[in-house]
């Protein structure tokens, strides 16, 4: 019923930049929070940054002043924009949001499929 979908993830030198994209399509019929989590191997999914319907945004110490969150309420997607980037940020990022469906009785909780992104040294 729901498809959210991440694009823009790739390999990347460090200090350089990268843009993730997430499109939410189905029978949506309101989004609430929507957050990129990323997920190194080895290591648990951790939240990277988060962006409320009202574009209110928090982020992970680790990435603050260099990642950036925004959404398109119109489009259903939220984007991160990833700049000076380390090797330390190489993982799968994740795309979660909390969507009430059309006729639904509540919100729930959706993921996407991930993308990789890969930070060379």
């Known amino acids: 019923q729901v498809l959210l979908v991440e694009s823009g993830g790739g390999l990347v030198q460090a200090g350089g930049s990268l843009r993730l994209s997430c499109a939410a399509s189905?029978?949506?019929?309101?989004?609430?929070?929507m957050r990129w989590y990323r997920q190194a191997p080895g290591k648990q999914r951790d939240l990277v940054a988060d962006?409320?319907?009202?574009?209110?945004?928090s982020y992970a110490d680790s990435v603050k002043g260099r990642f950036t969150i925004s959404r398109d309420n119109a489009k259903n997607t939220v984007y991160l924009q990833m700049d000076s980037l380390k090797p330390e940020d190489t993982a799968v990022y994740y795309c979660?949001?909390?969507?009430?469906?059309?006729?639904?009785?509540?919100?729930?909780?959706?993921w996407g499929q991930g993308t990789q992104v890969t930070v060379s040294s």
């Open positions: 962006i409320t319907s009202g574009g209110r945004t």
């Open positions: 189905g029978s949506i019929f309101s989004i609430n929070a």
């Open positions: 979660n949001a909390d969507i009430l469906l059309r006729g639904g009785a509540d919100f729930a909780d959706y």
